[in-house]
């Protein structure tokens, strides 16, 4: 590896950190909407749409809030942060295989 002091620290960047924080955070939310769409509905569908919407809105916060916490959890847990790693590595390889087969191996 190179030791150019000109190259980014993005393993150590705060702002770098909390963007990526962001952006997995909206994808998971974007992950969770059909779920919670659909919990509100069983639940509150003879009630109004805008209490629909409020119990959708509060939904969506709670349980962003309680991912957010269980990561917390999990970071302060080598074993976990082992299993996350070598599972985002598999991931990681699974998708690169795929290209790989997608590109005729180019």
Excluded: C, W
Excluded at 18 to 42: E, K, P
Excluded at 60 to 77: F, K, T
Aim: aromatic share 4%.
């Amino acid at each position: 590896m190179s030791n150019n002091s000109s190259s980014k620290d993005y393993i150590n960047d705060p702002d770098f950190i909390a963007d990526l924080a962001v952006a997995q955070l909206s994808f998971m939310v974007a992950n969770i909407v059909a779920v919670v769409s659909a919990t509100v509905v069983d639940h509150h569908g003879h009630e109004s749409v805008e209490v629909q919407r409020m119990h959708y809105d509060q939904g969506v916060r709670r349980i962003v809030r309680n991912m957010v916490a269980e990561m917390s959890v999990l970071a302060g847990d080598d074993a976990a942060m082992d299993r996350l790693v070598a599972m985002g590595h598999k991931i990681a390889e699974e998708r690169a295989l795929a290209d790989e087969v997608a590109g005729g191996g180019q």
